[in-house]
């Protein structure tokens, strides 16, 4: 769905999707669906059962969008039969009772940074919840827009602040340098909204552009971002390094990406011959 829908002959202006609860009601709304369904898929009634919502109610449909956007859900399926099931993440944090697991901390980091708003967000100003509320607003509002990105009215930008700001709270933040990476599961549910009569939409990608974080920001376990950047208008690279990197290891990278790009090429070739062979002649 575009940024700018129409109503009654005017366009109406519409923020980019974010999550509408902090990560900490969010893991308490998938603890109520744990208790319902365990890991299992469950269809919204089920959701509407364990929140206390009506099934086609708005409330029901934000709080599901937002505990996809964490990563904590994913779904399956549309309609009458669309099914809902916690995530691995989601589990690791519900059933870890240990409050010192380390295991459990990476995953809520994870959660938190899930929503692809709180990474632009992290990589724009650092993790660090006491960045000024202005400066933030100013970003979403206004610089945005600068950057060719969509931007935010007054209220959602008020929304998103303080959602990420108690989120990262929730998280533990407190160093900007510390910023979690987040795998394939969480940037696709976070790619994901949902309409308030409960219907699955794909946001549009935006443009890609040069991702702003910073080489040498510290991930997890002594992970850093040795280079990041643009393939194509639709594709980004982040390379991410541990230990000592020197002249003969990049070499070695240089290597095996020559070798991945001639099996890729091989694999191209075997594709174009099988569909060549299967047109009618």
């Excluded at 369904?37 to 059962?49: K, N, R, Y």
């Excluded at 994913?74 to 989601?90: N, T, V, Y």
């Excluded at 979403?140 to 009215?153: I, M």
């Excluded at 933040?173 to 909204?193: H, N, Q, R, T, W």
């Amino acid at each position: 769905m575009s940024d700018e829908e129409v109503q009654n002959g005017k366009p109406r202006f519409r923020s980019p999707p974010y999550p509408s609860i902090d990560l900490a009601k969010a893991i308490e709304r998938a603890k109520q669906v744990y208790a319902k369904a365990m890991h299992h898929p469950a269809g919204v009634g089920v959701l509407a059962e364990a929140w206390g919502y009506k099934e086609k109610s708005s409330g029901l449909w934000a709080t599901a969008a937002a505990l996809l956007h964490y990563g904590l859900a994913r779904d399956e399926g549309s309609g009458p039969k669309r099914k809902f099931s916690l995530s691995d993440i989601a589990i690791r944090i519900i059933r870890d009772a240990d409050p010192e697991s380390e295991k459990r901390k990476e995953a809520i980091r994870r959660a938190a940074m899930a929503p692809a708003i709180h990474t632009e967000i992290c990589n724009q100003f650092g993790s660090d919840p006491a960045v000024s509320d202005i400066v933030l607003k100013n970003y979403l509002t206004l610089d945005r827009a600068d950057e060719g990105k969509a931007a935010f009215s007054d209220q959602s930008a008020d929304d998103v602040i303080r959602v990420y700001k108690d989120t990262m709270s929730y998280a533990g933040f407190a160093d900007s340098a510390i910023l979690p990476l987040v795998d394939e599961e969480i940037d696709e549910a976070a790619d994901v909204s949902l309409s308030d009569a409960g219907q699955k939409q794909t946001r549009e990608p935006e443009r890609p552009k040069t991702p702003p974080v910073a080489k040498g920001v510290i991930l997890m376990d002594g992970e850093r971002i040795l280079q990041d950047g643009i393939l194509s208008r639709d594709a980004t690279y982040r390379i991410i390094v541990s230990g000592k990197i020197g002249a003969r290891e990049i070499e070695r990278l240089i290597a095996k990406l020559e070798l991945d790009k001639e099996i890729l090429a091989e694999e191209d070739d075997v594709i174009t011959s099988t569909n060549a062979s299967q047109q009618p002649s």
